[in-house]
């Protein structure tokens, strides 16, 4: 029931609709989808996929696989001065079918008149078309035009020519396709005579040749290029994508190159789905993308979409990472960047290596830089290091985004020092020295140390070389003198003398102030056995499946990390060694991986890699982007449909499931079309197909999911019910009970928070659908949710739920439920707020009638979010569509019904749906509040009779309509418009229809 404000708004809403429907006329492109029922594309295939054979008399002329100049896999077709046929494939005859249509790209070479072309019939019944080439003109050899249209269409040798040709009724049409769109090229009479469907030669002597890009057939029907059914050529999704630059300066620009690009395909770059600059055409080999000023690190995909009349598009599989970052030439040139920075160094030689990092110095030892990683790379090697800046205590670090072994090698002594002068002063503002340290800043430089033992500590100790150094720590109720070493010491007697050699680093002491320290990496470091076993319980697995790399005899003392990859990405956490055997679980894996284990002595940075690795092997699941069509949907209680599967693979088995159960057998794939049979369907159900591998038993589910909806066992009769609201109702039970006596019961009972004429509708009858609205809870007006979008759709939705779930409960026959009424605004947030009320919903069995958009509405820009909701409804959980619709226009004096509005108006659903069926979102729609005069008047018996009439006939062409409520009965501030009056009528109406 709709508000005052809202009735006075409706044609607000109504214009605002109009102006969205015009701008999508301009400019809206909706990308047609591959169809049911079209023959298997024909491209580059040899030996020929059935039904179609090839004709080769002479095997030294005829079909080659290559087509050299596209950049693409296409057929070639040529033929020779000969009175016999050369390089032809033929589809076959059939008997009489209902139209047929040809979608395919072509060109022709040079030769005599009449020598290549193409020809599609629908059989004996109606008609044929046959285009051939002569050099100039592709002219329209067995048909004939209607008067003002060609007969022949200029085309220029070895120039490509799409084409779209429909024959049906003894008529054809042929279009051509340009940027600007399909064209209707010529229109007439096609000759009533069957024959082969064929592409290339037609037996006529002469030298000539034809390239075939792509050719599709649809043997069912015949559809224009506009139609929904359209096919699909989909560019490939495997071109690589790399960066030019994998590291620029912020606000600097770079390329992305694809390689290899399709002809006939356009790359366009894309930032977290936005484009990114204009796309540009593939042209078999590199192209080009630029990405603009990249101000952060960002990563970059690239949309390849067919120029051809499908306008399919998909995105490709790699992406792009470019980094805002600085490349520098030195290492204290890095270290003069703020923490978060991200640079790149060339070619710095590697001093010291832990199992957690390495460190990286310039080859005069001007400065160093420790690099978190945990690579291991050889001493002296040089490195190619991109990441971000960071200081931890005081010490410069960079995290690693990207690294590589740069060829050659350069060793850097170490420098040897006193005491004092380890850490040193400020470098700059960034990197500052130690606390009271004086001269060059060498934190991270490879250092040469000595002096005598003096405090031991649990991974550290300390050694004095006379310079009587005091760095704040406190091990024995003094302060600490000498410098602080991190590992075990070569000679552990008090007073010994250790001559230390590694990489300084800094820690803070008690007060915070920054000390320096040295990592030590020779002596005192007894390194883990490398020889270990090392084995994996699985070597081959499915997609998404775990394993154990198992480390056997391991060391007490050491720990284990396991690692992955060329970057070496740890794995879970380190696990203690025990000196038995220890698990290391490798996680979930999604592709080929090799597996190493990192193995660290306790209380020391002395680690080594575990000589034996590990490979996992992935299966390739089967394919899950098959095509599946479906031979009945609706059905009618107790039918069956039958599910095709194109495409199917041989060593793969295809399991029917309904609502994840199986239904029947599985069936083997053939290399062609497999049918599983759905057997009895009761009631509406959800349908998907799971693929096993018969060799690795990896599975995949197919992409497509179907929901089959039943009808209901009322579908014959009529689709008019009653919208009730509070207050009398005269009549109201005797019309129940005379449509149900007849059989022909009431299609809805819609109520709103007097919720007893749906209990007793479904007292009179069971299949009356009956739906429920609340209005308000407490002080919480339910009707729109305005003062939420501030807030996330699903806290709403749970807020929401928690008021009405009580009343939901105590209204059990209820069948559907609406949320918000006539809220026809906020699209998207209203999208994630009915995607998230469902799941509520669902798991406590209740099912919703989602958005009760207001008459002219929902706008078909924002179709995408309706159909994302709408989608999510088919899915599971058998929710419902809900719409209003009115007559709201009229001359001075007459009454806006129906039947008068326009399919803007009334009937608009059928535009919706016409966008939600090829993306499986498809529902059933109950009309929630229909009527005449936008709702506020009573039009009398007579009209009220004829305009139901003509609508009911209307919602009876559309199986997906459910019915709809007739607004309204009752008072409730409503009195004009109260229908009581007709209720006998529509009652007699309703009884015999």
């Not at 070569?490 to 010994?496: F, K, L, V």
């Not at 592709?591 to 190493?596: I, R, W």
């Amino acid at each position: 029931m709709a508000t005052y404000p809202e009735r006075l708004f409706r044609a607000l809403r109504l214009f605002a609709a109009g102006l969205s429907i015009a701008f999508l006329f301009c400019f809206l492109i909706v990308p047609a989808t591959r169809a049911d029922n079209w023959d298997e594309r024909l491209e580059g295939t040899l030996p020929l996929i059935a039904p179609y054979t090839l004709e080769l008399p002479d095997p030294t002329s005829g079909v080659t696989s290559t087509v050299a100049d596209t950049g693409e896999l296409a057929l070639h077709l040529q033929d020779q001065s000969s009175s016999s046929r050369m390089g032809r494939i033929n589809r076959g005859n059939w008997s009489s079918v209902q139209g047929v249509t040809m979608h395919t790209r072509v060109r022709f070479g040079a030769g005599s008149a009449d020598t290549m072309g193409l020809q599609i019939n629908d059989g004996v019944a109606n008609g044929r078309l046959g285009l051939s080439y002569t050099d100039g003109s592709l002219k329209i050899r067995t048909g004939t035009p209607d008067s003002g249209w060609p007969s022949s269409l200029p085309l220029p040798v070895n120039q490509w020519i799409e084409l779209w040709a429909r024959v049906a009724g003894g008529k054809y049409w042929l279009y051509t396709f340009s940027p600007s769109g399909w064209t209707l090229a010529s229109k007439g009479i096609a000759p009533a005579s069957g024959g082969v469907v064929y592409i290339g030669s037609l037996s006529q002597p002469g030298l000539g040749s034809m390239d075939v890009d792509f050719f599709r057939l649809k043997t069912s029907g015949a559809l224009d290029p506009s139609d929904p059914s359209a096919p699909c050529v989909q560019p490939s999704a495997l071109p690589s994508v790399t960066p030019v630059a994998g590291v620029v300066e912020p606000g600097s620009a770079t390329q992305v190159a694809v390689a290899p690009s399709e002809r006939g395909v356009y790359y366009q770059l894309q930032k977290n789905g936005t484009n990114i600059g204009t796309p540009v055409a593939g042209n078999g080999g590199t192209v080009y993308l630029s990405t603009g000023p990249v101000n952060a690190s960002s990563e970059f995909s690239v949309r390849a979409t067919a120029s051809t009349g499908s306008g399919c598009s998909a995105t490709l599989q790699q992406t792009a990472t470019v980094l805002a970052g600085h490349p520098v030439s030195r290492i204290g040139q890095a270290k003069a960047f703020a923490d978060g920075e991200t640079v790149s160094l060339s070619a710095k030689p590697v001093t010291a290596s832990t199992g957690q990092s390495y460190w990286i110095e310039e080859p005069d030892r001007s400065s160093a830089l420790r690099v978190m990683s945990g690579t291991l790379p050889p001493i002296g090697s040089l490195r190619n290091v991109t990441g971000t800046i960071s200081t931890v205590d005081g010490e410069r670090r960079l995290q690693v985004i990207s690294e590589v072994q740069a060829g050659g090698s350069n060793p850097v002594e170490a420098l040897g020092m006193n005491n004092a002068r380890v850490g040193g002063g400020d470098l700059n503002n960034y990197s500052p020295g130690i606390e009271g340290g004086v001269g060059l800043n060498n934190i991270g430089l490879l250092a040469r140390v000595w002096g005598t033992l003096g405090a031991v500590q649990d991974g550290a100790f300390y050694v004095d070389d006379g310079s009587a150094l005091i760095d704040g720590t406190d091990l024995s109720g003094a302060p600490t003198q000498g410098l602080r070493i991190l590992g075990w010491p070569d000679e552990p007697a008090p007073g010994a003398f250790n001559r230390v050699t590694g990489p300084v680093t800094t820690f803070a002491d008690n007060a915070g102030q920054i000390r320096p320290a040295i990592v030590q990496i020779t002596a005192g470091c007894t390194s883990p056995a490398t020889n270990l076993p090392v084995t994996i319980d699985n070597s081959v697995l499915c997609p998404g499946q775990t394993t154990v790399v198992r480390v056997q005899s391991s060391e007490p003392g050491v720990s284990y990390q396991l690692r992955k990859g060329t970057n070496l990405v740890n794995v879970g956490a380190p696990i203690a060694g025990n000196g038995g055997s220890i698990e290391l679980p490798t996680g979930p894996i999604s592709e080929n991986t090799v597996f190493d284990v990192l193995a660290t002595r306790n209380h020391s940075t002395c680690s080594a890699r575990l000589t034996t690795q590990q490979s996992v092997a992935v299966s390739a699941p089967p394919a899950a982007g098959l095509h599946v069509s479906v031979s009945n949907n609706p059905i009618d209680p107790g039918g069956s449909t039958t599910f095709t599967v194109d495409f199917s693979e041989v060593g793969v088995s295809y399991q029917l499931l309904k609502q994840g159960s199986p239904v029947g057998s599985a069936v083997a794939g053939t290399s062609g079309s497999i049918n599983l049979p759905s057997g009895p369907i009761a009631a509406s159900s959800q349908f998907s197909i799971r693929a096993t591998s018969s060799a690795t038993g990896c599975y995949s589910y197919l992409t497509t999911m179907t929901t089959i909806v039943v009808n209901n066992p009322l579908s014959p009769y009529s689709k008019v019910g009653l919208h009730v609201v509070c207050g009398p109702r005269p009549g109201y039970l005797e019309f129940l009970q005379q449509c149900s006596n007849a059989l022909h019961p009431g299609r809805v009972i819609k109520v709103v928070d007097d919720f007893s004429p749906a209990y007793e509708a479904k007292q009179v009858n069971k299949y009356t659908l009956t739906v429920g609205r609340i209005n308000q809870v407490g002080s919480v007006d339910l009707g729109g949710l305005d003062g939420y979008v501030n807030q996330s759709p699903e806290a709403v939705a749970a807020f929401y739920y928690s008021l009405v779930k009580p009343i939901w409960q105590a209204n059990p026959w209820i069948d559907v439920w609406e949320a918000c009424n006539e809220w026809s605004w906020h699209w998207a947030w209203q999208a994630d707020f009915y995607i998230a009320l469902m799941d509520l919903a669902e798991a406590d069995g209740f099912k919703l009638a989602i958005w009760s958009a207001s008459v002219g509405n929902p706008p078909e820009a924002y179709y995408p979010d309706i159909a994302r909701a709408c989608a999510r409804a088919a899915a599971h959980g058998g929710h419902m569509l809900s719409l209003h619709e009115y007559g709201l226009w009229a001359d001075p004096g007459q009454h806006a019904l129906l039947s008068n509005a326009g399919p803007d108006l009334v009937t608009r659903y059928r535009k919706l749906y016409n966008y939600l069926a090829p993306r499986n979102a498809v529902i059933p729609l109950v009309l929630t509040e229909t009527g005449q005069d936008g709702g506020y008047n009573f039009v009398g018996t007579p009209l009220l009779i004829m305009d139901y009439t003509w609508y009911d006939q209307e919602m009876k062409k559309d199986p997906y309509v459910i019915g709809c409520a007739a607004w309204l009965l009752g008072e409730c501030g409503w009195a004009n418009a109260n229908i009581a009056p007709a209720l006998p009528a529509l009652a007699d109406y309703i009884s015999t229809h």
